[in-house]
């Protein structure tokens, strides 16, 4: 391995994680594979390649969609955001599927010339989330429009929850479902309801079965990563099977210097590290501009050589120091573990999240994406 900075992929883990997610499903669900903002950072080409069990691919965003079909992707696609009036025709001729909430969106496919295809519409219902939605007391014209729009065909209905990962009382996103059946009701008296019909994100996938209906649309556990804690113990609480989901990615580097520093010597931008003894200071090569956050300067830890090293000054936009004082064996290129294990010891993406103060969703996704993925095994 020549790079300094790089993300390895277990191989096996996507797969297993998406039949964990489908095992309380029903029979014919199908299962969308969220691989939106790089595929949560893991990489959006190698992911892809990971999961041939999944059914569909869901993207943020027309050109994420672009991307997949670049790379010979045939399996449906569904852009879960707004797509650009003026790329409406561009994203048909690509086969995607969109999701719609704005009139404007639905009059503009019925300006178009012919397509090559009807737009496949999934039209996506505000239940309390106060995003992206079309509001109850819309909706129903909003069918109307949709079925009366001679290039679209309604595929699907959608929404998202606001309050389901983060809590142990679900009474909110209970309320939410029952607006969504309220709207699903709308559109059975409307023609019948289309083909596609989805709203279970991971926690939804994992806790009630309820929010299944006919397609999973599965992100963060997809990449063995838990919404939150209370979603773990939400499910021992009902006593639920448990998923076994494995950590997709690691994320390492290399010590490319070694130096002893005097005590009382400062370390970093703003002096904001002394150190108290004799300190071996381990350079590397990775700072804020990879995604490693500027405030796990003076506060996380890093691996090296199987045991912890703490992360000395603060993170630069290239560089960050660590004190490698306790591993005198360390040496310049030894692999550093960023994320994830080495021997017994394992840092994970909650552990980076709690010392950064944000959530492990942010600390995957904001990996650069210019950093090599390997994919093991």
Same mark, same amino acid.
């Given at each position: 391995?020549?790079?300094?900075?790089?993300?390895?992929?277990? %191989?096996?883990?996507?797969?297993?994680?998406?039949?964990?997610?489908?095992?309380?499903?029903?029979?014919?669900?199908?299962?969308?594979?969220?691989?939106?903002?790089? %595929?949560?950072?893991?990489?959006?080409?190698?992911?892809?390649?990971?999961?041939?069990?999944?059914?569909?691919?869901?993207?943020?965003?027309?050109?994420?969609?672009?991307?997949?079909? %670049?790379?010979?992707?045939?399996?449906?696609?569904?852009?879960?955001?707004?797509?650009?009036? @003026?790329?409406?025709?561009?994203?048909?001729?690509?086969?995607?599927?969109?999701?719609?909430?704005?009139?404007?969106?639905?009059?503009?496919?019925?300006?178009?010339?012919?397509?090559?295809?009807?737009?496949?519409?999934?039209?996506?219902?505000?239940?309390?989330?106060?995003?992206?939605?079309?509001?109850?007391?819309?909706?129903?014209?909003?069918?109307?429009?949709?079925?009366?729009?001679?290039?679209?065909?309604?595929?699907?209905?959608?929404?998202?929850? @606001?309050?389901?990962?983060?809590?142990?009382?679900?009474?909110?996103?209970?309320?939410?479902?029952?607006?969504?059946?309220? %709207?699903?009701?709308?559109?059975?008296?409307?023609?019948?309801?289309?083909?596609?019909?989805?709203?279970?994100?991971?926690?939804?996938?994992?806790?009630?079965?309820?929010?299944?209906?006919?397609?999973?649309?599965?992100?963060?556990?997809?990449?063995?990563?838990?919404?939150?804690?209370?979603?773990?113990?939400?499910?021992?609480?009902?006593?639920?099977?448990?998923?076994?989901?494995?950590?997709?990615?690691?994320?390492?580097?290399?010590?490319?210097?070694?130096?002893?520093?005097?005590?009382?010597?400062?370390?970093?931008?703003?002096?904001?590290?002394?150190?108290?003894?004799?300190?071996?200071?381990?350079?590397?090569?990775?700072?804020?501009?990879?995604?490693?956050?500027?405030?796990?300067?003076?506060?996380?830890?890093?691996?090296?050589?199987?045991?912890?090293?703490?992360?000395?000054?603060?993170?630069?936009?290239?560089?960050?120091?660590?004190?490698?004082?306790?591993?005198?064996?360390?040496?310049?290129?030894?692999?550093?573990?960023?994320?994830?294990?080495?021997?017994?010891?394992?840092?994970?993406?909650?552990?980076?999240?709690?010392?950064?103060?944000?959530?492990?969703?942010?600390?995957?996704?904001?990996?650069?994406?210019?950093?090599?993925?390997?994919?093991?095994?």
């Amino acid at each position: 391995m020549s790079s300094l900075v790089w993300i390895e992929l277990d %191989a096996r883990a996507p797969g297993h994680n998406l039949a964990e997610l489908r095992r309380g499903a029903g029979a014919g669900a199908l299962a969308c594979a969220v691989v939106k903002a790089n %595929a949560y950072g893991h990489g959006l080409a190698e992911i892809a390649r990971l999961v041939p069990s999944a059914d569909w691919f869901g993207v943020n965003s027309f050109e994420e969609g672009l991307a997949l079909r %670049a790379l010979g992707e045939t399996r449906p696609v569904i852009v879960l955001g707004h797509v650009p009036v @003026a790329r409406l025709r561009d994203a048909v001729d690509a086969d995607l599927s969109l999701t719609v909430f704005n009139r404007e969106t639905v009059e503009a496919l019925a300006r178009l010339a012919v397509l090559p295809r009807p737009a496949r519409l999934h039209v996506k219902v505000e239940t309390g989330t106060g995003r992206q939605g079309v509001l109850a007391a819309d909706l129903e014209g909003f069918i109307r429009l949709v079925r009366a729009t001679p290039n679209a065909a309604l595929e699907g209905l959608s929404t998202h929850f @606001a309050n389901i990962e983060d809590t142990t009382d679900h009474s909110y996103a209970d309320a939410q479902l029952a607006r969504f059946s309220e %709207a699903l009701e709308t559109v059975d008296r409307l023609g019948g309801r289309p083909p596609i019909v989805h709203t279970a994100c991971t926690a939804a996938a994992i806790l009630f079965p309820k929010t299944h209906f006919t397609m999973l649309r599965t992100g963060i556990g997809l990449y063995g990563l838990w919404p939150s804690r209370e979603t773990r113990i939400s499910v021992r609480e009902r006593g639920g099977p448990v998923p076994d989901l494995r950590p997709v990615l690691s994320w390492k580097t290399r010590l490319v210097q070694v130096k002893e520093l005097p005590e009382a010597s400062y370390v970093g931008y703003g002096c904001s590290y002394r150190t108290t003894r004799r300190t071996r200071v381990g350079v590397l090569p990775v700072g804020y501009a990879d995604g490693y956050d500027r405030a796990l300067g003076n506060r996380a830890h890093v691996l090296v050589r199987g045991r912890r090293s703490p992360v000395i000054g603060r993170i630069c936009m290239n560089l960050c120091m660590v004190d490698v004082t306790d591993v005198p064996e360390s040496r310049l290129d030894d692999e550093v573990v960023l994320l994830g294990a080495d021997g017994d010891e394992r840092i994970s993406a909650e552990t980076l999240a709690e010392w950064a103060g944000t959530i492990n969703y942010e600390v995957v996704s904001r990996i650069s994406p210019f950093l090599p993925r390997i994919v093991r095994g």
